[in-house]
């Protein structure tokens, strides 16, 4: 069974300050890869970024950057001098290349994160 | 990157009455989609997975005579919501694959059941 736990389930910061979204997964399998995604009130996913579990060097686009490390299952992601257009719900989700999990993607729970002026 | 439609955007109806939704990649074939179902303030939760040529394959709790899937090409996927009641109201999405890890998510659908 696979499992992606979003402990936060909402992060509120005043704009310009940094926030950084947890993400712990679990899986028995050795290949399988990481997402985040963002979700504006549209609705509609935005890709941010994918890992696969055999890449685990850390990651810096713009003002994001993401943590990956292994030893704790852990895929933390980082928002820098937060922004108001950053609030959103944001989601950590795992997939696995094998078998009957091919291509599922197992969504965390989300952090909705409030950024205010 | 890809591009994946959904339509309609969004959908009122009666109880009662079916909606189908469409899913289409636009610009590359899928052989594989998927739909989710997101209720508000929660996450998205797999309901199914469609697979070009075959019976879709459901999530456990997910009623197949319920939520009806064709994928009748490698463009199209459409889902069937059908006699809908207001607790089937969500948003649904789709993604369409071309591999396992690199899928395109649809802009959703939102359903209002009355």
């Known amino acids: 069974a696979q499992k992606v736990t979003q402990a936060q389930t909402e992060i509120s910061v005043v704009e310009k300050e940094d926030v950084t979204l947890d993400c712990v997964y679990e899986?028995?399998?050795?290949?399988?890869?990481l997402f985040w995604y963002k979700q504006p009130p549209s609705g509609e996913l935005v890709f941010l970024i994918r890992?696969?579990?055999?890449?685990?060097q850390n990651e810096i686009s713009g003002r994001y950057s993401w943590n990956f490390q292994k030893s704790t299952s852990s895929f933390n992601f980082t928002i820098t001098a937060s922004q108001v257009v950053d609030s959103a719900v944001y989601f950590c989700a795992l997939s696995e290349a094998v078998n009957d999990s091919w291509g599922k993607f197992q969504f965390g729970a989300g952090t909705q994160v409030v950024v205010t002026p | 990157g890809a591009v994946v439609s959904q339509h309609p955007s969004w959908v009122i109806c009666k109880s009662g009455t079916s909606v189908k939704i469409e899913c289409r990649s636009l610009?590359?074939?899928?052989?594989?989609m998927f739909w989710y179902r997101q209720f508000p303030k929660q996450s998205l939760m797999l309901m199914a997975t469609s697979n070009e040529g075959s019976k879709a394959t459901y999530e456990q709790g997910v009623e197949k005579d319920k939520f009806l899937i064709n994928h009748a090409s490698l463009t199209l996927s459409t889902l069937t919501v059908t006699s809908a009641h207001p607790e089937d109201s969500s948003f649904y999405i789709c993604s369409a694959a071309l591999t396992s890890y690199t899928q395109y998510f649809g802009p959703g659908t939102r359903l209002t059941v009355l």
């Open positions: 610009d590359f074939q899928a052989t594989t």
């Open positions: 890992r696969n579990s055999f890449d685990e």
């Open positions: 899986t028995r399998d050795t290949t399988y890869y």
